[in-house]
């Protein structure tokens, strides 16, 4: 079964995303923080279809995260989707020039959730031309 991983340093937000994630016929693997989100994208990519990570997290956050990711050329075709209070634009523009491929302002709906989600995996311009 695919999966969509889900890392972010809220509770709430981990169990928001089991449940949206499994509404859209994915299964769910979720982390705290991002140590440990590593571990399971090392452990799960080959079915990995999404990444959703939390940039505002105490234990790695969320920037550097992202970086950790795209420095691996393996995980290079895993679109991923940023979750944040900040909307400011300096910091969308970061996130996407860093290698985001979408981004969901919180708070959000299950709906936004599980549209944006679906829309990176939908749109991947990672692996467009490598199927």
């Not at 505002?56 to 050329?73: D, F, Q, T």
């Not at 075709?77 to 996130?95: F, Q, V």
């Not at 989600?117 to 939908?122: Q, R």
């Amino acid at each position: 079964m695919k999966i969509i991983l889900s890392i972010d340093d809220s509770e709430v937000i981990l169990l928001l995303s089991k449940k949206s994630i499994e509404e859209i016929g994915y299964k769910s693997l979720s982390s705290d923080n991002g140590y440990v989100g590593l571990k399971l994208l090392k452990e799960n990519f080959q079915d990995i279809v999404a990444i959703v990570i939390d940039w505002h997290m105490l234990a790695m956050p969320g920037e550097e995260l992202l970086s950790e990711i795209r420095s691996v050329k393996e995980y290079d075709h895993i679109p991923i989707l940023i979750l944040s209070a900040d909307g400011g634009k300096e910091m969308i523009s970061s996130a996407i020039e860093k290698g985001a491929d979408g981004y969901l302002l919180k708070p959000f709906s299950i709906k936004d959730y599980q549209k944006r989600v679906m829309e990176c995996i939908s749109s991947n311009k990672r692996t467009k031309g490598n199927t």
